[in-house]
């Protein structure tokens, strides 16, 4: 379906269902590279705790559909910091 076949009330509609804040989504997405690498480079969770602590604030309740992803991203990353900080190693076998 294409946007010009809808009419205009069904385009305000569409418009008005809240969607998806895509800096949280890069949040989530980069707390989860964080939590991956953290125990061996400390730099990727502070880098991004420090993203999603700052464009948290880009989060609009009227705009967007919830809050999650930030916190996802914000859990990921503390967590790369924790294990960086114990030494811990996963062990590959």
Not at 12 to 18: A, G, R, T
Not at 20 to 42: P, R, T
Not at 58 to 76: M, S
Request: aromatic share 18%.
């Amino acid at each position: 379906m294409m946007e010009e076949d809808l009419t205009p009330e069904e385009q305000e509609y569409l418009n008005s269902i809240p969607k998806q804040n895509h800096l949280g989504i890069l949040a989530m997405f980069f707390g989860g590279l964080g939590f991956a690498f953290g125990s061996f480079y400390i730099s990727i969770p502070i880098a991004a705790f420090l993203y999603s602590i700052i464009t948290f604030r880009t989060f609009d309740r009227r705009k967007h559909d919830n809050p999650w992803p930030f916190f996802v991203g914000i859990t990921l990353s503390m967590i790369g910091i924790i294990l960086y900080l114990v030494q811990y190693t996963p062990t590959l076998s």
